[in-house]
């Protein structure tokens, strides 16, 4: 089993940066790729970015690329995403999601069912 806890959410203006930490403890050797996805009032949970094991390489949801960086401190097994230029449709609860899975297609990782574990979640409301 794999446990994550994200932390770093909270309340900022449209423009403003967050950063989002999710620390993973347990078998992390197990599900070596992690992620972030988000949910909005009243949508489904969506895809945002992902950081993928053995290779180190990142993905992103189109909505967020250049915007948003996914980076990842293995000695610690944390994973973080830099927030910038935030805008109010990012407003969500953002999650953290870890998998032992493989694809060579990084959209692959968009799915939702494809991941192992999740995160109970931290909020992030933009709004002026």
């Known amino acids: 089993q794999v446990q994550l806890v994200e932390s770093g959410g909270g309340l900022v203006q449209p423009g403003d940066s967050l950063r989002l930490s999710c620390a993973a403890s347990?078998?992390?050797?197990?599900?070596?790729?992690m992620g972030w996805f988000r949910q909005a009032p009243g949508k489904e949970r969506e895809f945002v970015a992902v950081?993928?094991?053995?290779?180190?390489?990142?993905y992103y949801a189109d909505s967020v690329k250049g915007r948003f960086t996914i980076s990842r401190d293995s000695a610690k097994n944390m994973v973080f995403l830099q927030m910038n230029s935030l805008k109010s449709q990012d407003t969500a609860v953002y999650y953290c999601?870890?998998?032992?899975?493989?694809?060579?297609?990084?959209?692959?990782?968009?799915?939702?069912?494809?991941?192992?574990?999740w995160g109970q979640g931290t909020q992030v409301t933009v709004s002026s």
């Open positions: 999601a870890a998998t032992g899975k493989y694809s060579s297609a990084c959209s692959y990782y968009a799915q939702l069912s494809i991941w192992d574990y």
């Open positions: 950081f993928r094991g053995g290779s180190s390489s990142t």
């Open positions: 347990g078998r992390t050797f197990s599900a070596p790729t």
